[in-house]
């Protein structure tokens, strides 16, 4: 199914791109974006888990991050029980490339970091503003499981209006989906 999907983004892109005279550079000025996106984190590794991120864009410059915390943090349970859990951080950067005006197309590389560790029920920590508080069981990192990966792929990003965008994106350890609003867009009314 990956391999189909890559095919896919790669196929349009060729088509997109073959239909376009030139790429102008120009129509990244002025627009900057901030997004959330739906990620499957740490794709083809054990750790495996679908989480929320961030994303955004600045003159034509991507950038995401995705945490996925570990699977016991906010657990209610307070007792002597201490769970093997694992958390992965997924970063990635690049250019999107205008092909069209509404169709850009956006190479990416960047690094996904995986650990195992122990959260301990037996601690309940806390976190508080002005009007909430969180409630978190502490994580403790296991010694020597840290993984560094190198990551690289692709996405596209689709623009069917001018304050909004659609970005689809496959990289080697992570499927993500996402949307993203162009702020500048709404002060050029």
């Not at 627009?31 to 955004?56: M, P």
């Not at 689709?158 to 162009?182: A, E, M």
Request: overall charge positive.
């Amino acid at each position: 199914m990956k391999r189909t999907l890559l095919t896919i983004i790669l196929t349009v892109a060729s088509v997109v791109a073959a239909n376009a005279q030139t790429i102008d550079f120009s129509l990244n000025r002025d627009r900057y974006e901030v997004g959330i996106n739906l990620s499957q984190v740490a794709t083809n590794t054990k750790y495996s888990r679908l989480t929320l991120g961030g994303s955004v864009m600045a003159w034509g410059v991507y950038l995401d991050v995705t945490t996925a915390l570990p699977q016991h943090r906010y657990d209610n349970t307070v007792s002597d029980t201490k769970w093997n859990d694992d958390k992965a951080v997924l970063i990635n950067a690049g250019y999107q490339v205008p092909i069209l005006k509404w169709f850009r197309v956006m190479p990416l590389v960047g690094y996904m970091q995986t650990n195992e560790g122990i959260t301990d029920a037996s601690k309940l920590n806390s976190e508080a503003d002005e009007s909430s508080i969180t409630l978190y069981h502490p994580y403790k990192v296991t010694p020597g499981s840290r993984t560094h990966y190198f990551n690289f792929g692709g996405g596209i990003s689709v623009q069917p209006l001018k304050w909004f965008s659609i970005n689809l994106i496959y990289t080697r350890y992570s499927i993500q989906g996402g949307i993203g609003i162009c702020f500048t867009s709404f002060a050029h009314e």
